[in-house]
């Protein structure tokens, strides 16, 4: 059993850092966000929730949690990027952009799983 809690709790530390990076990422104050090419906040925000899917499955919550909390996290942070005063606002481009990439790291991670059983 100990050697059964040890994995469970290392296979858990990929999605703690990664859902603290989220937190840095997604409620830095807008001032302190760096800018570049138009669009390419998009591109973070979707590698952001890619890595969070995946992280999810590999922590070994099931593909139907992973949706629901992750895309339910995907909104409440636009909600609170539009609400709180970090001068940074809500987008529904946003949203789209961390559905897409919850999908695609959904993906990515059930590719590796199947190549490993194979």
């Known amino acids: 059993m100990g050697r059964l809690s040890e994995a469970v709790r290392w296979s858990v530390f990929p999605l703690s850092a990664v859902f603290a990076l989220s937190l840095v990422i997604l409620f830095s104050p807008g ?5 570049g090419p138009p669009n390419s906040d ?4 979707a590698l952001l929730f890619a890595a969070l899917a995946a992280a999810s499955r590999l922590a070994g919550v099931g593909w139907r949690v992973t949706i629901a909390w992750v895309l339910a ?6 909600v609170l990027q539009a609400t709180l005063p970090i001068h940074r606002s809500g987008s529904w481009w946003d949203l789209a952009a961390d559905a897409f ?3 695609l790291g959904l993906v990515v991670c059930a590719v590796i799983t199947r190549s490993r059983r194979l």
């Open 31 to 35: 001032s302190t966000v760096p800018s």
């Open 42 to 45: 998009k591109v973070v925000h």
């Open 73 to 78: 996290y995907a909104a409440l942070s636009e």
């Open 101 to 103: 990439g919850m999908a």
